[in-house]
């Protein structure tokens, strides 16, 4: 059983950084891919990033590009979100999600994962 367990949201100030971690176990993640959406209040569930397990490819929303780095590391199973220069309308719930068998596109739907983590609330006061 794929079980994602996101950490390392908080409350930072507008211009600062944050680093969310998520710990994926239960599977071999190497055919998988993995991604960030995050979701404020009154909102949907909005894609952040994607990453191919296999081949380190990434592919970012236009709001975040420039500014969040998504990355891995394999030995741990453990995919990253290392966020700079945060803004006020980052402020969100962010998700760790994961699907099986990963082709050479990108997934940037909620509705192409098949598994997803609990959220990690993240904070940016202005």
């Known amino acids: 059983q794929v079980q994602l367990v996101e950490s390392g949201g908080g409350l930072v100030q507008a211009g600062g950084s944050l680093r969310l971690s998520c710990a994926a176990s239960?599977?071999?993640?190497?055919?998988?891919?993995m991604g960030w959406f995050r979701q404020a209040p009154g909102k949907e569930r909005e894609f952040v990033v994607t990453?191919?397990?296999?081949?380190?490819?990434?592919y970012y929303a236009d709001s975040v590009k420039g500014r969040f780095t998504i990355s891995r590391d394999n030995a741990k199973n453990t995919v990253y979100l290392q966020m700079n220069s945060l803004k006020p309308e980052d402020t969100a719930v962010y998700y760790c999600?994961?699907?099986?068998?990963?082709?050479?596109?990108?997934?940037?739907?909620?509705?192409?994962?098949?598994?997803w983590g609990q959220g990690t609330q993240v904070t940016v006061s202005s």
């Open positions: 990453i191919r397990w296999s081949d380190g490819n990434t």
């Open positions: 999600a994961a699907r099986p068998g990963s082709s050479g596109g990108y997934y940037i739907g909620p509705r192409d994962y098949n598994y």
């Open positions: 239960g599977r071999t993640f190497s055919s998988y891919a």
